[in-house]
């Protein structure tokens, strides 16, 4: 499932494999739910008073652990898993995939994080992301950055960007003139399909025929 974030703040689920659930979020897509527990039984006002406040203090306390910087968030995501610490690897994948737009701003994304694990990113079902524009500049920049040695995974990355969603005026201003896109016969596919994909709903709205590509 896709979610897109509306400018009210607001997860939208669309399509299917990458994305998220339907529920409250912050601007950066991260779900926070506070939990509560049962009220104690005392008949001192004061200590009531005083019992909330501690419970509040320890609800913002676990806040500001679940928050990371996300450079360093990067860098201990990249070395729990070369130091195999899978619970370490777990929380700070977990932080990147609910935060993916401030994560792949950061330059130490395209140094720390593999393939596979743009992989993992991309096919979970909780990644939080403003809209596809975003994972196609991702990988296009992740593969630049190291292009020798990762341009043999473009195909593969790009089968993870769903061509469809980019904006039409996008695949037109941007996609088209990005030669290692177009220099894949994955890239020419995906590309041919998105631009049919778009003319067919256009041609759908405004009540034409299907138009069919050569």
Request: hydrophobic content about 35%; overall charge neutral; glycine content about 4%.
């Amino acid at each position: 499932m896709m979610t897109y974030i509306n400018s009210e703040n607001t997860p939208v689920v669309m399509g299917k494999s990458k994305k998220k659930q339907k529920s409250s979020t912050s601007s950066s897509g991260t779900v926070r739910s506070n939990s509560t527990t049962g009220p104690s039984v005392t008949l001192d006002a004061n200590s009531n008073q005083q019992d909330s406040s501690k419970d509040v203090s320890k609800e913002k306390e676990k806040e500001n652990d679940d928050k990371y910087d996300m450079a360093a968030c990067l860098f201990a995501f990249s070395v729990a898993r070369k130091l195999n610490q899978p619970k370490y690897h777990a929380k700070t994948q977990k932080y990147i995939i609910k935060n993916f737009d401030d994560a792949v701003r950061e330059p130490k994304f395209y140094d720390e994080v593999t393939k596979d694990d743009i992989v993992v990113f991309l096919q979970s079902d909780d990644l939080v992301v403003s809209c596809e524009e975003v994972i196609y500049h991702m990988v296009i920049r992740w593969v630049k950055h190291r292009q020798d040695e990762r341009l043999q995974y473009l195909e593969e990355l790009l089968e993870l960007v769903r061509f469809p969603q980019l904006e039409l005026d996008f695949l037109g201003q941007q996609v088209v003139r990005e030669p290692i896109v177009l220099d894949t016969g994955v890239g020419q596919l995906l590309l041919h399909e998105a631009f049919e994909y778009h003319q067919n709903k256009i041609a759908k709205e405004r009540g034409y025929k299907k138009i069919a590509l050569m």
